[in-house]
């Protein structure tokens, strides 16, 4: 799948990839074209500004004007940046989530040229992150043919037929890399952590179902205990630390025998309501974009590559 997109109330994938495109690009030639006749009319008021206003156009025709006209503009250079957004995508034969993939295996790479090669995954797990070539471009033609079809005189025609769903299967790849490298490359942050017994646990069963009354009473003590140490959130906009101050942070706390230490969670920028809950919390991958972090100090860098 490339995007959903909600203007179609569709999902452009590898079958209706083609279909989108030829939409986009018939959208735009028809909005140019409509643009032009705008244009000239517009021309044409211009020149007769000065003339008594009984001869020229009323107020609700020149509203009227303006205002297609300014909604045509925008609308044609939205859609046009989405044509040439696609026509990027197909000619390198990447879709969005592919070319997000992408942005973060170049982050992955700067964070680990930063420390030494190597990224901390969970439990402690050291893994080396390398730079790996994106296996799904094949050549111009080839992408084109892959997003557009085999022939060429068809690209444009509005009832070319739909790919069958077999041909969404199995791809092409370039050879660049071994065949027992997947795409996309390992991220630290994506691999499942193991689940320890206790959190196996069915999360609706009552653990103080067979103890005494005092029992429960500590047993509620200590949970609510908990609770109140739980750190309070502001209903505002929390920043993201620079990537080597977390660092620090992190690691300076696992080297403590603090056990009450946990994870700092707050990622990208993170909107948070009064209940503390964030847009992770709805489902919101907050991990897929990061913010460029080049301009870590080269003191840091050096001290965290020692380390």
């Known amino acids: 799948m490339d995007h959903h997109c909600p203007w179609t ?15 986009l ?4 030639v028809s909005m140019c074209y409509l643009e032009a006749f705008l244009f000239e009319r517009v021309a044409f008021v ?20 303006f205002t ?15 044509l040439l957004s696609s026509l990027w995508s197909v000619w390198n034969n990447v879709t969005t989530i592919e070319s997000w993939e992408i942005d973060r295996h170049k982050t992955l790479l700067r964070r680990a040229r930063a420390l030494g090669g190597y990224l901390e995954g969970p439990h402690g797990t050291r893994i080396r992150i390398r730079k790996q070539e994106f296996p799904y471009d094949v050549g111009i033609y080839s992408n084109l043919a892959q997003g557009l079809g085999s022939n060429p005189l068809t690209w444009l025609w509005p ?12 791809f092409e790849v370039n050879g660049f890399e071994d065949v027992s490298v997947t795409w996309p490359p390992p991220d ?11 959190e196996r646990r069915d999360p609706m069963s009552f653990e103080d179902m067979n103890k005494s009354d005092a029992e429960r ?10 609770d109140l140490k739980r750190p309070t959130y502001s209903p505002y906009v929390h920043r993201r630390q620079p990537f080597h101050e977390r660092y620090s942070t992190q690691h ?11 994870r700092n969670s707050k990622g990208e920028e993170a909107w948070r309501n009064m209940e503390g809950e964030n847009l992770g919390d709805f489902g919101v991958d907050l991990d897929v974009e990061f913010y460029d972090e080049d301009e870590v100090p080269l003191a840091s860098l050096l001290h965290h590559k020692r380390t």
């Open 159 to 170: 009832l070319a037929s739909t790919f069958p769903n077999e041909s969404g299967l199995d």
């Open 25 to 28: 690009v018939y959208a735009v």
């Open 9 to 23: 109330i569709n999902c452009v994938s590898h079958r209706t990839l083609a279909h989108f495109l030829r939409f």
């Open 68 to 82: 297609l006209f300014a909604l045509n503009s925008f609308t044609l250079f939205a859609v046009g940046l989405t």
């Open 188 to 198: 630290p942050d994506r691999i499942p952590r193991k689940v320890s017994p206790e």
């Open 217 to 226: 009473l500590e047993s509620f003590k200590a949970r609510q205990s908990a």
């Open 252 to 262: 300076e706390a696992r080297q403590s025998d603090d056990s009450s230490f946990h």
């Open 46 to 65: 211009w020149d007769q500004r000065k003339l008594p206003s009984y001869l020229g156009p009323s107020l609700s025709s020149l509203l009227s004007l």
